[in-house]
């Protein structure tokens, strides 16, 4: 298994420059991150990253992004801060809705991380849009916070959650130890999850959180956002075990023609207030444990 060191100090100063230099390289391997602050705006930048147009379509943010490459252990060691956050006039609306910190594509374990992003898209995009199927994606110790972005003339900047991720068929998605953290006006997710609708039935993903905070006030009903897109008949099993959710779970119906798939379990972890889209169609009540 290879391994790449980056730091102020090492071969490799740019985390943005090496994912690019690893693209194509879906072999296992380990990157390890030296404590400190790094600018990911300025990193691609520098990588000359191709500025998007600012009527990017979501699918197209493929293009326009350096990815961890699948199967990479990316670990923190020490205080390692991922910081996206350009000014209104440093940053363009494309480039605010299409550019994270970190992408992801296939399975990832990603531990001891900070990510903090204003006008960016999200801290973390792990979406591989079922390029990538029964795949793990792990998360251990990450601390995902967003701020609420700037205006920029009459357009507000980014998308305004910490996570956006969209689940192939097959994927499991867990997060120990993890919080997400939301800060600012505005009624937006800390945590924002959809299934794309293309699975089999047989073969749904699952998410799991262990130990886990949800932070965005007790006024923010969307801490935790399930969204369906499509009418496969899915059931994808949600567990929450010793959360703290400072803030609700919203299930939504993303079209009039979609069902709820999410089957919610929460053992240890309040009783958060909850928002259902047509909740006389929602196939799985959330189940509390304490």
């Known amino acids: 298994m290879d391994t790449y060191y980056v730091g102020p100090e090492r071969e490799h100063q740019s985390l943005t420059k090496l994912f690019l230099q690893l693209a194509d390289d879906e072999t296992e391997k380990t990157i390890y991150v030296d404590p400190g ?15 998007p147009p600012d009527d ?9 992004n ?12 020490g205080n390692v801060l991922l910081r996206f956050a350009p000014t209104p006039e440093e940053v363009t609306y494309g ?3 299409t550019w994270s910190p970190l992408n992801i594509l296939g399975g990832c374990h990603i531990e001891n991380i900070q990510i903090y992003c204003k006008n960016g898209r999200y801290c973390i995009h792990d979406d591989s849009h079922n390029r990538y199927q029964n795949t793990i994606h792990y998360y251990k110790h ?14 507000r900047l980014g998308y305004n959650n910490t996570i956006g991720n969209g689940m192939a068929q097959g ?7 993890c919080t997400f953290e939301f800060l600012g006006g505005g009624n937006h997710s800390a945590f924002y999850t959809h299934e794309s609708g293309r699975e089999s039935p047989e073969n749904a993903p699952t998410l799991i959180f262990n130990n886990c905070l949800f932070l965005g006030g007790p006024d923010n009903d969307r801490v935790l956002r399930l969204q369906n897109l499509a009418t496969a008949p899915l059931r994808i099993h949600t567990r929450l075990e010793s959360c703290v959710l400072v803030g609700g779970i919203y299930l939504t119906i993303y079209k009039e023609t979609s069902a709820q798939h999410f089957d919610v379990t929460l053992i240890r972890s309040g009783n958060p207030p909850q928002r259902i889209d047509r909740e006389e169609e929602n196939l799985y009540p959330i189940k509390i444990y304490e």
Not at 40 to 49: P, S
Not at 56 to 64: G, K, L, M, Q
Not at 66 to 77: C, D, E, H, K, Y
């Open 37 to 51: 602050t790094y600018d990911m705006f300025r990193e691609y930048k520098e990588a000359g990253i191709p500025s």
């Open 56 to 64: 990017v379509a979501s699918p197209d943010y493929f293009t326009y």
């Open 66 to 77: 350096a990815f961890l490459p699948p199967n990479t252990r990316l670990i923190g060691v």
């Open 95 to 97: 480039e605010s809705r």
């Open 142 to 155: 990450v601390r995902c916070t967003y701020e609420y972005g700037d205006l920029q003339g009459a357009r």
């Open 171 to 177: 994927t499991k998605f867990q997060f120990d130890s």
